[in-house]
Nanobody, 123 residues
Framework: QVQLVESGGGSVQAGGSLRLTCSAS????????MGWFRQVSGTEREGVAV????????YAADSVKGRFTISRNSAQKTMTLQMNSLTPEDTGKYYC?????????????????WGQGTQVTVS
């Protein structure tokens, strides 16, 4: 089991920045892939960016490339999402997730462990 806790959400004006952090505990060695996903009420959860824990390889959705950066600190068991140039379309609840399956992809169905989410609102 992997436990995940997100922090860092909030409200920001368009063009601003936010930094989300995911803290992991438990059997983190089993989590080959970790990622950030977001969901707007009434819509399906979508992948934002993912990272392979061992290699550090990343993959991001086209809608956030060049604006969002995913990274991890293996020693501290944390993962971050630096979000710049935010737009109202980035509004949603952001979730941290982990999976033992590879390769790391943006499909939420691949991920078995989820945090409770943190709200991001861009106006």
């Amino acid at each position: 089991q992997v436990q995940l806790v997100e922090s860092g959400g909030g409200s920001v004006q368009a063009g601003g920045s936010l930094r989300l952090t995911c803290s992991a505990s438990g059997d983190t060695f089993s989590a080959s892939c970790m990622g950030w996903f977001r969901q707007v009420s009434g819509t399906e959860r979508e992948g934002v960016a993912v990272i392979h824990n061992r290699s550090g390889s990343t993959y991001a959705a086209d809608s956030v490339k060049g604006r969002f950066t995913i990274s991890r600190n293996s020693a501290q068991k944390t993962m971050t999402l630096q979000m710049n140039s935010l737009t109202p379309e980035d509004t949603g609840k952001y979730y941290c997730a982990a999976s033992g399956a590879v390769p790391c992809g943006l499909d939420p169905r691949q991920y078995h462990f989820w945090g409770q989410g943190t709200q991001v609102t861009v106006s």
